[in-house]
């Protein structure tokens, strides 16, 4: 029997990265995983949706060219098959160089299911049909999710798809249905309209995108209805009629809605069935692994990172924890800070927020000051056509403290990551508002934004 200082059950981004970084302290490390390497991110989910993303931002701007002066002969059409093999060409190579990141840390890998028969020791039953039994003094579960699958869908990934029969469609249907106001409902939403698809959103709250700061919800669902994206919140549906054709979704109300296609996405559940943590005695709550600031389970030894024990369902959050786990198998003891966690949505446009929003500020207790700077008065953004947006800072009235950025707009996802660093830092509206910043950029919105919290912007009216 091999035996290793750290065994990982899971190849995706909580696992491999605790597997590196396990290697890169010294340890002996093996990683199991039954799929492909990195997990549903990278295979089926962060990855392919954002590559659609870029096409589907392309598309738009093809489609605006005219209004810049460029004027394309001939009309631009999609070329769906095209745009999959694109699609998959990035996952393969992302996924090869996992494998190679792996091998030059001297990782052993081993594909197969895994299952813990005692608090060290793994079975792997590989596709062969032959098993391998590893110790290891220190274990990571890093199982990940699944989209989760209520009956009364009755999910073919035909007709009727989860996140991951969406990626693996053929051809773009003429409408899609999408049941779930979330981020993923949000952004297939934007990707499939903007890809020429007729697209309707149903969501059960009252609300899309409820975990956004309010300001950033309407901003977002006014800029999908003028899209042509139809929504439809505070709905709930009963059951779903199918044809050769298209799908229906019966609402609660007797309305009848009906697509080519319809897109289930709300919510996922957790990897913790038959991998041998009842045996081995690892509690559970509602499914999820639990853990401490260290991501270690109720038995010393064992920790789990990523969506089967995280709070939140981020792949660099998983990441970050593998990191931690990682160290702490080693000997090194730290804990897990949540309190930044940046967050981006790919909607067109983009959507980014860290730390608070202005409602969970007030309900904190804090007497806020809202700094806020439009993409139309920034000159970048106008010369890109990219007016549609605009970035909000929420700080302590009292100390200046930023307590939240919130951003809707064109490179959301980008330009969020400097008042994350901020955030982190302590920093006040102040420390943004005096740091010069590079001009014509857009990341000037956010040193405004900070001058608009802290005395006033030169550039915005307000």
Known sequence: ???????????????????????????????????????????????????????????????????????????????????????????????????????????????????????????????????????????????????????????????????????????????????????????FASIFNALGCKVTVLELLPTILATEDVQVIRHIQLFMKRKGIAIHTGVKLTHVKKSDTDVTAVLESGEEITAEKMLVSIGRRYNTENIGLEKVGVRTDGGKIVVDTRMQTNIPGIYAVGDVASRYLLAHVASAEGKIAAQNCLGNPVEMDYQVIPWCVFTLPEIGHVGMTEKEATDEGYEVKIGRFPYAANGKALGLRETDGFVKTVSDADSGDILGVHIVGAQASTLIHEAAVAVRLGASAADIAHTVHAHPTLSEMVMESAEAAYDRAIHSLH
């Open 1 to 187: 029997m091999s035996t290793y200082d750290v065994g990982i059950i899971g190849g995706g981004p909580g696992g491999y990265v605790a597997a590196i970084k396990a290697a890169q302290l010294g340890g002996t490390v093996c990683l199991i995983e039954k799929g492909e390497w990195g997990g549903t991110c990278l295979n089926r989910g962060c990855i392919p949706t954002k590559t659609l993303f870029a096409v589907a931002n392309l598309a738009t701007q093809v489609q605006e060219a005219s209004d810049f002066g460029v004027h394309i002969s001939g009309e631009a059409t999609i070329d769906y098959p095209q745009v999959l093999t694109h699609k998959n060409a990035v996952v393969e190579q992302l996924t090869g160089g996992i494998a190679q990141l792996l091998k030059a840390n001297k990782v052993d890998t081993f594909n197969g299911t895994a299952t813990l028969t005692n608090k060290n020791t793994i079975v792997v039953s590989k596709p062969d049909g032959t098993t391998e039994e590893l110790y290891a003094k220190n274990v990571i579960i890093a199982t990940g999710s699944e989209p989760a699958e209520p009956p009364v869908f009755e999910i073919d990934e035909t007709q009727v798809l989860t996140t991951t029969g969406v990626l693996n469609l053929t051809e773009l249907p003429e409408s899609l249905l999408i049941v779930g106001g979330g981020v993923s409902g949000c952004e």
